[in-house]
């Protein structure tokens, strides 16, 4: 349930951040390769400081997974990915939401079961919680909890997670 909370926060975060930065390029009274220009130099200088923002992230999310990443850095992450893929798309970018959703998703519930059992010790299983992070955060930008429940079960053979994948993805 508080997963889907937290899934639901970054979910509208995304979602807002995406309109606005959109707004912001659109109010850029430049021609549009400039805009593309100035998208492109703000992510090159972002991606020396977080290059797992580059690309659909899966390299990241399997490096979370195998814990070879701080656990502050997973929430931060999770916040680049956010910039970066909103300024990929307001700049004119080719880009979606389907893949920054799937590694804000399991990036951020394993930053949350992480935290959870850094401060807890309660030893919440970190890989489920990427698995329903995904589904989660699938759900609360794309408005498609079957969808995002489906997929990630398919995706992943994970129909023992059906339960949690579905509180999840309606919660958020």
């Given at each position: 349930l508080v997963l889907g909370i937290f899934c639901a926060v970054v979910?509208?975060?995304?979602?807002?951040?995406?309109?606005?930065?959109?707004?912001?390029?659109?109010?850029?009274?430049?021609?549009e390769y400039l805009k593309g220009i100035i998208g492109g130099l703000i992510l090159g200088v972002g991606s020396l400081v977080f290059p797992q923002i580059l690309?659909?992230?899966?390299?990241?999310?399997?490096?979370?997974?195998?814990?070879?990443?701080?656990?502050?850095?997973?929430?931060?992450?999770?916040?680049?990915?956010?910039?970066?893929?909103?300024i990929t798309?307001?700049?004119?970018?080719?880009?979606?939401?389907?893949?920054?959703?799937?590694?804000?998703?399991a990036v951020g519930g394993y930053f949350f079961s992480f935290a959870i059992n850094?401060?807890?010790?309660?030893?919440?299983?970190?890989?489920?919680?990427?698995l329903a992070g995904m589904a989660g955060m699938m759900a609360a930008v794309m408005h498609a909890p079957l969808t995002a429940i489906f997929l990630t079960a398919e995706v992943t053979r994970g129909y023992e997670l059906l339960i949690p994948l579905i509180i999840t993805s309606t919660v958020s």
């Open positions: 979910g509208v975060t995304f979602t807002k951040t995406l309109y606005r930065i959109e707004d912001l390029f659109d109010e850029i009274k430049f021609p690309g659909v992230g899966y390299g990241a999310i399997d490096m979370a997974l195998m814990q070879k990443m701080a656990w502050w850095l997973l929430l931060v992450l999770v916040l680049v990915k956010i910039l970066a893929t909103s798309i307001g700049s004119g970018g080719s880009g979606g939401i389907f893949a920054p959703s799937l590694f804000m998703g850094t401060f807890n010790s309660s030893g919440l299983p970190e890989t489920n919680f990427a």
